[in-house]
T-cell receptor, first 114, second 114 residues
Framework: DAGVTQSPTHLIKTRGQQVTLRCSPK?????VSWYQQALGQGPQFIFQ???????QRGNFPDRFSGHQFPNYSSELNVNALLLGDSALYLC?????????????FGEGSRLTVL | GENVEQHPSTLSVQEGDSAVIKCTYS??????FPWYKQELGKRPQLIID?????GEKKDQRIAVTLNKTAKHFSLHITETQPEDSAVYFC?????????????FGTGTLLAVQP
């Protein structure tokens, strides 16, 4: 049973560029949440996708956008990258729009913005 | 809840000692209280959770206690071992609420000295 998979694992971008991160949820899960984790901090909620719609959003600017596909996989897009966007981006999957049990996290995509 | 604090931020104990981490939240409607463990360079993983109709839950060396009146819950680890060294996050949540976001606390770095 495959867990949550994310790609790429590491990437380096320069300021102003755009990046797309990808996530495949755990088998049987239909909800994907994205988190940003800066070094030494807790995961910060970006947004949640369920039934191909953004259901909830954290305090992140519109430069952060996402998408969910019919197979429940998801993408996180960040435009006009800033140095402060450097972080580990975690994808977490669950079943149903409400988190009633464990969130299963992927290993993350580490983004470095130079 | 939207405002989540953990104390202490760092905790160093000797192997075999007990460790207690407290999580304070602001949303009185929170009804699900998980604790996640994140080892260095790895994904967060659920270690124990409790729901609002229960005051205490234990799983071997790990326990969680809940005080809904005071709006805090605590993680207790007994007979600590070096492999317990990690960052621990609480994430109080209101499932079924309008604000459907799992918000993580600031984290507690636990170091277990052999």
């Amino acid at each position: 049973d495959a867990g949550v998979t994310q790609s790429p694992t590491h990437l380096i971008k320069t300021r102003g560029q755009q990046v797309t991160l990808r996530c495949s949820p755990k088998s049987g899960h239909d909800t994907v949440s994205w988190y940003q984790q800066a070094l030494g901090q807790g995961p910060q909620f970006i947004f949640q996708y369920y039934e191909e719609e953004e259901r909830q959003r954290g305090n992140f600017p519109d430069r952060f956008s996402g998408h969910q596909f019919p197979n429940y996989s998801s993408e996180l897009n960040v435009n006009a990258l800033l140095l402060g966007d450097s972080a580990l981006y975690l994808c977490a999957s669950s079943l149903g729009v409400y988190v009633t049990g464990e969130l299963f996290f992927g290993e993350g995509s580490r983004l470095t913005v130079l | 809840g939207e405002n989540v604090e953990q104390h202490p931020s760092t905790l160093s104990v000797q192997e075999g000692d007990s460790a207690v981490i407290k999580c304070t939240y602001s949303d009185s409607a929170s009804n699900y209280f998980p604790w996640y463990k994140q080892e260095l360079g790895k994904r967060p993983q659920l270690i124990i959770d409790i729901r609002s109709n229960v005051g205490e839950k234990k799983d071997q060396r790990i326990a969680v206690t809940l005080n809904k009146t005071a709006k805090h819950f605590s993680l207790h680890i007994t007979e600590t071992q070096p492999e317990d060294s990690a960052v621990y996050f609480c994430a109080p949540y209101n499932y079924g609420g309008a604000t459907n976001k799992l918000i993580f606390g600031t984290g507690t770095l636990l170091a277990v000295q052999p």
